[in-house]
């Protein structure tokens, strides 16, 4: 999967919800993590929408012990369902994830290098430089910061634009209540990748909108293709 255009991914540790994304969503975000069984659920898929399959370790506001959670998202890639995955830049700076990044690229699956800031939002030039890195390992760089007001979500959209213009892939979004907007509008600055669940009350990360509402948002915004 290019991810060359905006992609709206419907996240989801049930791969039942494919029939109730599939009018909305370009793929699903696959939460292994929140998966009892998630090898086996990818085994027996057969939606129509490709997988984007994140395994989001604890340390990064997931549920996935670090024993065999790199090698099970490896594992997922066998899958032809699974078209790109999700590794933390954490990992791949570390050098823990060399085998998976192997794995992917042998396979033809997309990798999205991404970081999570749970806590607040860097300065510009601390954004930039994570995020070109993002870039540098993976086929998409992904950057989640969260929001303490108005000025972090323009600096999140500033850095979108700015990387966008350099030709690199980037997925990006300010969490929380304040940076909710930049989930709609970061597509109109260049964000390739947008994440919102089929149900609400399901959401995977603070401030995300429900799958209609965002695929509405982003329309009236930034349609498809443009």
Same mark, same amino acid.
């Given at each position: ?14 791969? @039942? ?44 506001? @997931? ?23 999700? +590794? ?19 396979? =033809?699956?997309?990798? +999205? ?11 510009? *030039? ?11 390992? @993976? ?5 989640? +910061?969260?929001?303490?007001?108005? *000025? ?35 597509? +109109?600055?260049?964000?390739?990748? =947008? ?11 603070? @401030? ?19």
């Amino acid at each position: 999967m290019e991810f060359d255009s905006f992609s709206l991914a419907a996240s989801t540790a049930d791969l @039942g919800d494919e029939p109730a994304a599939r009018e909305y969503a370009d793929l699903l975000e696959f939460r292994m993590d929140l998966a009892p069984e998630p090898l086996a659920a990818l085994e027996s898929y057969d939606g129509d929408l490709p997988v984007l399959a994140t395994n989001r370790a604890r340390w990064e506001g @997931g549920e996935a012990d670090d024993e065999g959670r790199l090698e099970a998202l490896a594992a997922a890639t066998a899958n032809e369902s699974v078209a790109a995955i999700d +590794v933390e830049l954490a990992s791949i700076r570390a050098g823990d994830a060399e085998a998976v990044l192997e794995t992917a690229r042998e396979r =033809g699956v997309t990798v +999205v290098a991404s970081a999570h800031d749970f806590e607040g939002t860097d300065d510009r *030039a601390t954004l930039m430089r994570t995020l070109a890195l993002a870039t540098d390992r @993976g086929d998409v760089g992904k950057l989640a +910061v969260t929001a303490a007001s108005l *000025a972090d979500a323009l600096e999140v959209l500033s850095v979108t634009r700015a990387l966008t213009e350099n030709g690199e892939r980037v997925a990006t979004m300010a969490m929380g209540e304040v940076g909710r907007h930049s989930r709609a509008v970061a597509p +109109v600055y260049g964000s390739k990748i =947008g994440y919102a669940p089929v149900d609400p009350a399901e959401a995977t990360a603070p @401030g995300q909108y429900d799958l209609e509402t965002l695929a509405a948002l982003v329309e009236q915004l930034a349609p498809r293709g443009e």
